[in-house]
């Protein structure tokens, strides 16, 4: 760290902080703090899903036999991928290591898009087949009482995901846009690192998305 | 790829306390768990079954938490932070869940017919 | 920092002819200013036109029930005008309010601090709340839903009035309060003085720590639920639609599980807005600090686990009931702390009869009233019967009105100083909070009786027998209503003309009064070291100084 130079202030350092590390503590805390916020709006969608459940859940098992297995294991695969890839560009970025970082971070927006890509596919298959939510449900396979709602909590809970997943995707192009301009080095990666987390949060919904439409 | 600095994935220095192994381990384990959730969830094994996928799901999603989003090394109020948060998403369903579990099963909206005669 | 009383200089009181009112010109410099001190005002503004047509719906409502019958609007009029009453009043001022305006402008000041930790994000929430506000005043614009304030399904899903903008507004609105939160909760994390350690912060501080916990936890959910709401009306998703097996009581678990502890939000700020001033206007070290400081943290720690009691007869539980009533009296025991302790402090304290004074005075009277009829109504087998009536409006009217509005009273006055450096006139300053407090109490003491009697809320037509309480009702309330145009008057008179206060009238021993009023934009020419304990008028062993301020 720079700290012995303290007569060339970081050019990233505002000036209401005494040291960049200090700042560095806020914005890691900020993050983490913004991270508690999306745990708890996934929460409200988590209790829907446990509610219904509850209620119908001989129609939430038949229906989760229906979704489609290998699109929701390999999208699982993708994401945790994606993770490890962002995981590496935090790390590389921290040793100084741009290309690498940029190449990383180019693998893990083509994972969201792989994981968009099925979802959208899977979408399609629903709405063809009429697996849909609430009044607009006529899925002739699953006709357990309370079906309907499992179409509901699963186009709720993936859709609000599948936005999460664009705005880490927008957010990791950014990153890799200021990657490429050069913005960052082994003395400044901090943004890199927040954005990392956001994606990992994403990741952690997914984990816990995936048993429970798909597998119980 | 540009060599710049040391360039093994184990370098260890004050800045790097860890090189890039582990996120690979974890990795490969995350893939071991979805494989075993992935196995036992189109096995049946009656009640077990939720226990079994959510156990799984929690150790991978605290793999993630505890490496990828290094809490290991995080100060302890990041990591309040995070765990407040899930505990208060907790009490909403426990709050919620007190509610269902005790009421009278005729005032519940499963659309089923009740075969249990009403109480009184 | 020690600090020797003002009132032993006999220097005239200064105005600094550079502060952050002036250092940058021009209304672009506002627009994008990231001092937390303009911020601070430009929130003060906006409250300010919030509460006033949040009031003026009030007396449209209070003038509504003057008579059994229609009175001067329609049946569908009156339930858009409780509806964005609340709505306005809730999310457009009483959540906003003295986080935004005083905590914004006071925080960074009382930590020795230059800003917030996040300046931009602060001036984002600033944004967002004028957006959310102008979505939800656009709907009422395009003629305002009449679903209540509280939004059940499934009539809100149904209902043909204009919903949308006002569900948006919320969910924006939802996004300032958060933005604050979480600005405030990472400010006092990492930007305090050297020498202030946790236990050295001011009361105010802690309360604010203990409302942007709640904001950064609660707010999502409600976020969620609205949003969900919309989309239900949209959809037809069945989520809360009992036809397409969904559960309603699942609404209300969502909506109030923010909602309750959304009136913490209200309330914890207000109560750390009162210890300073008590002991600002008792001149004497705050008693029983730390049990104030924990106290915050008891609030908002259990406020979380107490929201079913507003299900108490939506069809949750008897057992569900039960616990929540427990829960829901616990909370009482914290604000009864923090009663015992400012009531200590002022007790042989050197008391500045004052216009906050009036006000603390009316404070604590109200959290008091207001507080016991809540743990009144959080027994189940009296809720029973007061659910839905007078009773609880009486209640929360108490709380919101006679303790959280009497606290923002008492930081406008207390702080207005400060933030403008000139006094505003004494004598007018105690007839409108007379008028106030007065007001106060002929408005809502009446609608307590109502609501014991069976006077249902939000209903536009009611027995003759009620008449002459209703009648009581608006008097009190039109009393109010001028008590807060005389203070409008004189605080923007003030503004211009007022005398000049200099740094420090109060002689108070916040490290806020430590730099210039108005401050400079910059806040302190030094930072401060932090020596002593917050509040700290004497010496251990000193006597109370018994001074005119």
Known sequence: MSSSDTHVPNPHLAHHYETIEKQDYAVRLGMWLFLGTEVLLFAGLFLGYTVYRHFYHEAFHEASRHLDLWAGATNTVVLITSSLSVALAYDAIKRGKTKRCAALLIFTIACALAFLVIKGIEYSHKFQEGALPGKWYHYAEVTAPGANLYYTVYFLTTGLHAFHVIVGMSILIWLLSRVLRGHFSESYYVP????????????????FLFPLLYLI | MAHETSDSPAAKDEHHPHGVGRYWLVWALLLVFTATTVITGRMDLGGANIFIALLIATIKATLVVLFFMHMTEAPGANRLVFVVSLVFSIVLMIGVFGDLWTRNPMSLPSGAPTTEAPER | MSQPSQLHENKPPVYPAVNYLNADRGVWSWLTTIDHKRIGVMYLISVMIAFLLGGIFAMALRVELLTPGPTIMGANTYNRMFTLHGVVMIFLFMIPAIPGVFGNFCLPLMLGAKDVAFPKLNLLSLYLYWTGATLVLAGMVMGGTDTGWTFYTPYSTTTPTTLFPVLLGIFILGFSSIVTGLNFIVTIHTLRAPGMGWMRMQLFVWAIYATSIIQVLATPVIGLTVLLVGIEKVGGFGLFDATRGGDPVLF???????????????????????????????????????????????????????????????????????????????????????????????????????????????????????????????????????????????????????????????????????????????????????????????????????????????????????QALNVASTAGASLLAFGFVIILIYLIYALVRGEVAGDNPWDSRGYEWMTTSPPPKHNFDETPIITKDPHSYQEPGEEVEHVVI
């Open chain 1, 192 to 207: 890199v690192e927040l954005g990392g987390l956001y994606w990992h949060l994403v990741d952690l919904v997914w984990i």
């Open chain 3, 252 to 466: 209300e678990h969502m909506f109030w599980f923010y909602s309750h502890p959304a009136v913490y939000i209200m309330v914890l700020p207000a109560m750390g807005v009162v210890s300073e001033a008590i002991a600002a206007f008792s001149r004497k070290n705050i008693f029983g600090y730390k049990m104030i400081a924990y106290s915050s943290l008891g609030i908002a720690f259990v406020g979380f686990f107490a929201w079913g009691h507003h299900l108490f007869v939506s069809g949750q539980s008897p057992f569900n009931d039960g616990a929540f009533a427990v829960i829901s009296m616990l909370v009482g025991v914290f604000t009864a702390i923090k009663v015992f302790n400012w009531v200590a402090t002022l007790y042989r304290g050197a008391i500045a009869v004052k216009t906050p004074l009036i006000y603390i005075c009316g404070f604590l009277f109200f959290i008091v009233f207001g507080g016991m009829t809540g743990i009144a109504v959080a027994t189940v087998s009296l809720d029973v019967h007061w659910h839905d009536t007078y009773f609880v409006i009486a209640h929360f009217h108490f709380i919101m009105v006679g303790a959280v509005i009497m606290a923002f009273l008492i930081a406008v006055h207390y702080w207005f100083p400060k933030m403008f450096g000139r006094m505003y006139h004494e004598g007018w300053g105690m007839v409108a909070a007379s008028l106030i407090v007065l007001g106060f109490n002929a408005t809502f003491i009446p609608q307590f009786l109502l609501g014991n009697a069976g006077m249902p809320r939000r209903y536009y037509m009611y027995p003759e027998r009620f």
